[in-house]
């Protein structure tokens, strides 16, 4: 099965599916008839609303981190990258006590009474 491709829709194609909206045709039906969801008609309309052509412009997604550049930054590099590791480390301990924290607990319900004795009592009656 193949990857569904993205479709890409330039402003001027936005501007109109927004102005036939805009004129009172129905959203559903513009949708329909241009085969692609309402969602993306509310977000053009209220890009349109907004910003005019000028708000369908944004890029989506997620924006590229810059890349560091060898030999590039000296001290100030190396103690934001020491400055990292050392929250990660952080993290990772505090993750580690909240483990131990919960299986030395269920070490303690599992394991019953201090006295050496089983927690559970039985239900039986004494009398015979």
Do not use: C
């Not at 501007?15 to 085969?35: M, P, S």
């Not at 131990?100 to 039986?124: E, I």
């Amino acid at each position: 099965m193949s990857k569904p491709t993205v479709r890409v829709f330039t402003p001027e194609f936005k501007q109109a599916a927004v102005k036939r909206i805009e004129a009172g045709e129905r959203l559903r039906a513009v949708a329909e008839d241009l085969g692609i969801r309402r969602k993306l008609l509310y977000d053009w309309r209220a890009a349109w609303r907004a910003q005019g052509i000028g708000g369908f412009n944004k890029k989506r997604g997620r924006r590229a981190k810059p890349k560091p550049q060898d030999g590039a930054g000296g001290p100030d590099a190396e103690l934001a990258a020491a400055r990292r590791r050392i929250a990660e480390l952080e993290r990772k301990i505090g993750q580690q006590a909240v483990e131990l924290d919960f299986f030395r607990h269920a070490l303690q319900f599992g394991s019953g009474r201090k006295d050496g004795t089983s927690a559970r009592t039985s239900t039986a009656s004494s009398k015979r």
